[in-house]
């Protein structure tokens, strides 16, 4: 099992709507949390990172932290077609390296 | 640009040679972590460096190696290369050896065997 799962998708989503993705992991360790998004062929790009459980906001952008229930959660409100592309949860327990989940791929359509 | 600079962007090599990867950190980083990215495999860390040092080792094969050198920048030295190999490579720079907000990543190289 890995500790870092996240649905592949591909999640398709018409302009406008809120795109909801989400992360689970079983490593307890984990303190750190972030998101990244990824156009194709180019680096992960950082969009927000997080060390509580809760909400934490940023334009149309909201991460959510449940460490009761390991699960991790990014909204994407007012989705655009430029939102398309690949979404990586990534989190990393004190000291240690960040973990990466599989991705999931966006497709926003006008 | 998001500062990292990685070289070459491509790479097409054949079975069981030799390649280096090179990476200039954000102006200010010290740290350097060097990630795989594979369809099958997702992103996985090979290794870091911090102020020259090895700080931590993830799953990295034996036939790579990895240095920092004094002005900070990194190579990854990939040997008897395999069609397995063929991958994105990523190398991705933080200010400290442990951050909170995550580090930022380069464009990559596109390593392809044949």
């Known amino acids: 099992q890995k500790e870092v799962e996240q649905d592949p998708g591909p999640l398709s989503v018409p302009e406008g709507a809120i795109v909801s993705l989400n992360c689970t992991y079983s490593n307890s360790a984990f303190q750190y949390f972030m998101w990244y998004r990824q156009y194709s062929r180019k680096g992960p790009e950082l969009l927000m990172y997080t060390y509580s459980s809760g909400n934490k906001e940023d334009g149309r952008f909201t991460a959510q932290v449940d460490k009761s229930s390991k699960y991790i959660s990014l909204f994407i409100r007012d989705s655009q077609p430029s939102d398309s592309a690949t979404y990586l949860c990534?989190?990393?327990?004190?000291?240690?390296?960040?973990?990466f989940g599989g991705g999931t791929r966006v497709l926003v359509k006008p | 640009d998001s500062g990292v600079t990685q070289t070459p962007k491509h790479l097409i090599t054949a079975t069981g040679q030799r390649v280096t990867l090179r990476c200039s950190p954000r102006?200010?980083?010290?740290?350097v972590y060097w990630y795989q990215q594979s369809l099958d495999q997702g992103l996985q860390f090979l290794i870091q460096?911090?102020?020259?040092?090895?700080?931590a080792k993830g799953n990295i094969l034996e036939r790579f190696s990895a240095q920092q050198f004094p002005d900070l920048h990194s190579e990854l030295n990939l040997s008897s290369l395999e069609l397995g190999d063929s991958a994105l490579y990523f190398c991705?720079?933080?200010?400290?050896?442990?951050?909170?907000?995550?580090?930022?990543f380069g464009s990559g190289t596109r390593l392809t065997v044949v």
């Open positions: 460096y911090y102020n020259g040092e090895e700080r």
């Open positions: 990534a989190m990393k327990a004190a000291g240690n390296k960040l973990t």
């Open positions: 102006s200010g980083d010290l740290s």
């Open positions: 991705a720079s933080s200010a400290s050896s442990d951050p909170a907000e995550g580090y930022t």
